[in-house]
């Protein structure tokens, strides 16, 4: 189960950190990812970190998002600065792994990101 936390509302320039706690898997063994989605638009990987600590960003954050883990804590974050109108979304986070050619994935409800003034 991977439930996130720490959406809402921020005006733009404004930073925002959003969690997300996963139970019943084993955390570290898990790409911990996060995607967003905003109305009308196609579901688009924001960030990911594989359970080496190697990150991945999409061109539209790079430079103002960070993703991280906590392992100890099964928890990953995105800290989200410098943001715009255009990255109001409800944003998702994802666990993947790959174990004896079998893929395990699983998803969060999301947690909704609005930046305006």
């Known amino acids: 189960q991977l439930v996130e936390s720490g959406g809402g509302l921020v005006q733009p320039g404004g930073s925002l950190r959003v969690s997300c706690a996963a139970s019943?898997?084993?955390?570290?063994?898990?790409?911990m990812g996060w995607d967003r989605q905003a109305p009308g638009k196609e579901r688009e990987l924001v960030a990911n970190?594989?359970?080496?600590?190697?990150?991945n960003y999409a061109d539209s954050v790079k430079g103002r998002f960070t993703i991280s883990r906590d392992n100890d804590k099964s928890t990953v974050y995105l800290q989200m600065n410098s943001l715009k109108p255009a990255d109001t979304a409800v944003y998702s986070c994802?666990?993947?792994?790959?174990?004896?050619?079998?893929?395990?994935?699983?998803w969060g409800q999301g947690t909704q990101v609005t930046v305006s003034s």
């Open positions: 994802n666990a993947v792994t790959w174990i004896a050619g079998k893929v395990y994935d699983y």
């Open positions: 019943g898997i084993i955390f570290s063994m898990y790409t």
């Open positions: 970190i594989t359970r080496y600590g190697s990150t």
